[in-house]
């Protein structure tokens, strides 16, 4: 009976190592179970065999139960060993299937990625990397030995990354110092295409910054013209208030005198009279020319007869200055009523005001006065030239010449040239003056044709 | 007899040139401002306003407006201390039609049948009176 129950287990265990067996094949195809199940065959066998050889050899028969014994254990180590070495087996394998599939990580990887070891030759290079060296174009895995050793100095720090720039591309690299076997790994990233999306904002952003410089210049400068102009356009308004509040009493003071004249009849008074009457008109014409910095303000824009006004300005000169011996020589390629767009009163004040500087820097009251017109349709501008042989200004003085209130004269108020500044200014034109201490003076105005916006 | 109806705020003013103007055989009447001036209007029969812009209560400006509409046959003389000629060039031939500066109604003014700079010259402003009571 205990024979039969030996026997059943050491069957039972024989069948499960086989089955085991039959698994491993069947999971790992490999001939390390096909050993197994020949193992599990040759116990069997020689389970078998044991008997008949205590048989031939000692002629002394083994109990029946001691070899069933004997079966029994055989078939359990067969069945531990099998289970157990296939269970390892199967784990090494498994690990083997995983690293392999690691290793498509760099294998497959579009980016080119390397290893070198602590003398500096690569010990590894992807695939991607090959393709680089097969194609002989630059990519980051091939170093110098400078670079080396710059890169084995940071090797403290577990990490590095850096920009590198290759050719025309550029990549980022990941350095990965490795302390066991003292390699380095690179891991590459194309950025060329970021690069350069940075280097275009780079460059806007640079350009924006000039155009910025550039329009708070030109915003400085058209905030001092503004500054100036607003000065002139201050004076002007004071100079109308006052005008206007004058020209009130003036008016009656003109016809008291009318009414003395008329009622009194007494001809000792007359010289008194017309000295009052006279002194009237200097008043008037004082207020005159103080109203006329008041209209220094936007150009109330016309087609401007340009010679014509200038001929006007020049016979207005002349019966001002009727004491003078002023020669004026006009040359012009102007046709006649030749137009430009521009304010007349403007224009009538600041050739007025060139011509009347020009005449009373005639020390001896007498000068030649050169006067050029050039309407160059091409030029978009007008050039006038005003040259006069008077006494010049002084070299210490040009650059002050055009501030208001600025006066070398006895007489006046220092405001014609602030005012041919502010006019050209407000045409968009140009206002040059040069000038020689005792030579005379240039003036040089510049006007658009058409109106500039 | 021509009657005509000076509005105007100085009183020296008013005196000087009523005087003149009466000498001249015109009938003048006084006001010291647009209103007294749009008031005497309405009750007596002028030929001629002479007008001044810058007064107190009602400005020049508005009783020019209102005469032209109500009266239009009224003749207005607009004084003024600070003109504006219209262009440089025009300025030398027509020297009384000028215009005003500033932000006064430049086109009110057109309405007046003559403006007449201060200080006055007398006789051309008698003359401009005698042509348009003729008128």
Redesign the interface.
Known sequence: MLIEIILCFSVFFQLAAVFYALRYIKTTRHVFSWILISAALIIMIVRRVIPLYGLIVNSVSYPVIFQEWLGLILSVMMFLGVKGIGRIFIERLENEKKISYLATFPELSPNPICEIDKNGNVTYKNPAALEFDKKGICYPCNLSPEEIKDIYSKKDEDRVSQEKKCGDKWYFQTIQFIPRTGSVRFYNIDITERKKAEEELMRYKNGLENIVREKTEELKKTYKELEDGRRLYDIGMLAATIAHELRNPLGVIKFAVYNIKRKSNDHSLDSQLANIDKKIEESDLIIRNLLTYSRIKTPHYEEVPICEVLKLCICNCQSKYSKYDVQIDIKSNCASGYTIEADSLHINELFSNILDNAYQSFADKKGIIEINIDCDQQKKMVIVIFRDNGTGIDKADLPKIATPFFTTKARGIGLGLAVCKQVVNLHKGEFNIESVKDKGTTVMVLLPIRKKI | MIKILIIED?E??CE??S??LT?EHYIVDVCHNGEQGVEAIKFEVYTIVLLDL?MPVMRGEEVLKYVKEKHPLIKVIV?T??P??K???QQ?QEEEILFM??NANNDILKLADSVI????D?EKMLTKIKELAGA
Do not use: T
């Not at chain 2, 700079?117 to 006055?120: E, G, H, T, Y």
């Open positions: 100085d020296e003013m000087e040139l005087d003149i000498d810058k004084l201390g600070s504006r000629p262009n440089i060039l030398q500066n500033g700079n201060k200080p006055f007398v």
